[in-house]
DNA sequence: GCAAGGTC
């Protein structure tokens, strides 16, 4: 029997189905996929790896000893050494250090001045998929002659090395040889199984040189980094090869906005209306620099009303329709649509298993002449009745598809299979596949045609412009809508008509400074500077906002996450910098090439690590005591009205809990609590303090609505609200009590609520909104007699019934989410009368909970 | 409980 090691199950699968004479067998070994095939009347199997299956890391207990070198290694008696090598800076050890525990089980075996020593600690492969290992030992055992078929670069030949290592565990004697395939067709892949090669092991070195460096780097700053200043578990301060420059690319753009100067400039913007038809004008000079000028020039036409029409002109233009999709361009349209580039690749995966999409994981951006693309899209048209018109268009059109710069012949551009019903989705998976599934449409057709106007109006002498645009031939917006600035359109105008204007005003304003990085524009900067790969560069942003350097979409770094970078660009500056980066892409090279060693490379970044040590550790103080401040800083939302001290966010070692506690503690007592659902973030100036009772006021910025201000004290009079009643108790009117509905806010806590005068009989109460004017309305609802209150919110007035189980609500819910919403919303409110209820022993008062659980059954099961 | 790289 012969084995194939792929890298991944899909190609595993692909190789199967390549080399097969007939079909391959769908086969399991311990629940692990693995494919089996005839070849010529030979049996083979194919089975895919997932990535890396050994992770590097250090010895569980390093011990450092004097006589034997600079280090030994103690495990199962046997001793093993690691000299410096020759030529290169040996860091000063103090030799009379006790030995030390380089893996402790806790933070406590981190010490700062162990890192001289882990610096030259050696390390060791653990296996990381216990479970593929063990089938792939199982399927080696069996196997004549082995193939390893990973990918087809460094990372791919180091994957390729560790199941070599692990094959020779249990078959030392099988023959091994290697198949190199740059793309999952037919003629690569036999071409690579008729000229099988050996292993590159100086390829594979060069990748295990990258994963040592990045290992023994990361693992010696991020312990520097958390113990400079230990802020409790759970406050890893991290550092990396990639995360680091990613967060300084980040600041750098911080600080960039912060030295700029804005400049004032004036201008002159107005309405004109004709035909019956508003539409924006503005002075030909679109901004006066020059304030005296600007104040001249709106002298002339403040209070005119009418304007001359003196030039129309028509341009037309033409827009390309965009290139398919890799993982970097999907993962910043996505982030266009509110989807983070992390959030996006777990999604993609996810329609990529249920084969709704082809591999997300791609640098490619020309479609294979290979691909069945008029099969796609009548696959499209079969199973997405939304798209079905336009890809009725795209069939009957010359379908010729764009190109992108990057061609590789490894997986084909992300497109949608065809296949897989679309309707089965959630709304994330759904709006990330219409994404998708448009590009790719968008891909195969012609340029949209768009119409612009410049009228040009001469007001009082003074020229103004006005400007339109229209879509004429929708070409690939009507598969594309995406980022598409709305239509300007103007009225049809002749010169010499006389238009009417009103509402000229002279505006003031200024120079902004350069925008934040949104998370796409990031990923993208990213691969520019060569920072991280397609498949890890949204999992290490995603790592910055978690360990929280980074807040806000568009990016803001965190006071913590300038201090880090500060801290490294004086002590560390190689981690803060695109170059380690590019400078191990050449040491890798020369490792690739035979022309240096692992060790060596691996060695001499030790001796650079180990040559910041001495000045990292003199500062450790230094940076703890900036890091302190940083996260201080972070956490503050104001003043203390009592000492003046700093008023932070602060958790509850008990509870677990968080709240508004002052710096001052224990000498001052004051706090506050967190308001519920919202992000709080202080405010500057005037507005920091409130006139009632001097305690702070807030910015609460709830999830995906707008922002308010408010004080934090929820017994400051700006707070107050009166009682209220909303209606009467129907549980308390069936037990033939009275019971009125009164709706109250807590001083304590600021939460507003609804409950019944008779809450101790009846246990009946509901939650409210925490924000918005509340009115009663007298009326009860409909679908469960609970009573309808109006809350005035943003966006005007919102009539609400109270109950949050209200079988009328969950209708609006779709049946896949719906299910799940509910029961998971019926637990929490359920919860209140019920258990009151039973507490209080008063059988009458568990008719509503019962009644609620069977109304939400039947709601969920439709 | 440390990195970055694969992929599930």
Redesign the pocket.
Known sequence: MKLVIA????AAQKIAQLLATGKPKNDKVYNTPVYRFDVEGEEWVSM??????L????PDEILFDKKEGWYSLTEDGEVLNAQVPDGLARPPYDTKRKPFL??????K??KVESLPYLTWAPIIKNP??KE?IRVLKNLAKKADSVVIAT?F????EL?GSDALSCVREVAPDVPVSRARYSALIKGEVTEAFNNLVELDQNLADAGES??YI??I???????YL?LAKFGG??N?R???????P?LALVVERERERMAFVPEDYWQIRGMAAAKGADFKINHATARFTDKDAAQTAFGHVDGVVAGTVTDVAKRSRKQQPPVPFNTTSLQAAAAAEGISPARTMRIA?SLY?SGLISYP?VDNTVYPRSLDLEGIVKGLAANSPALAPVCKKVLAGPMKPTRGKTETTDHPPIHPTGQGDPTTLDSGQLKLYNLIARRFLATLMGPATIENTKVSIDVAGEPFTASGDVLVDAGFREAYPYGLKRDEQLPALDAGDVVDVHDVNLEAKQTEPPARYSQGKLVQEMEKRG???????A??IE?LYQ?RYLKNDPIEPSQLGMAIVDALSQFAPRITTPEM?AELDEDMTHVAEGQDTQTHVVDHSRALLAGMLDNLIEHKDDLGEAISDAVTADARVGACPKCGKDLVMKQSAKTRGSFIGCMGWPDCDVTYPVPSGVKVSPLEGDAAVCPECGAPRIKCQPFRQKAYEQCVNPKCPTNYEPDLKVGECSVCAEAGRHGDLIAHKSEKSGKRFIRCSNYEECGVSYPLPARGKLEATGEVCEHCGAPVVVVETARGPWRICVNMDCPGKEKKEKPARGAKGAAAKGSTAKKTPAKKASSSKKTTAKKPAAKKTTSKKSSSAQ
Do not use: C, Y
């Open positions: 890298e991944k199950n899909i895919g790896l997932a990535g890396h299956i992770a590097p890391d250090f380089a893996n402790g089980i806790n933070i075996g981190w990381a998929e593929i990918d670069d460094r990372e791919g994957i990258r994963q990045d290992l780097w990361g693992a010696v700053l991020t312990r958390t578990f759970g890893v991290s550092a990396g090869r990639v995360q680091t990613t995966e298993m994981r920072l991280g790969t397609k498949s890890t560069r999992s290490i790592r360990v980066t």
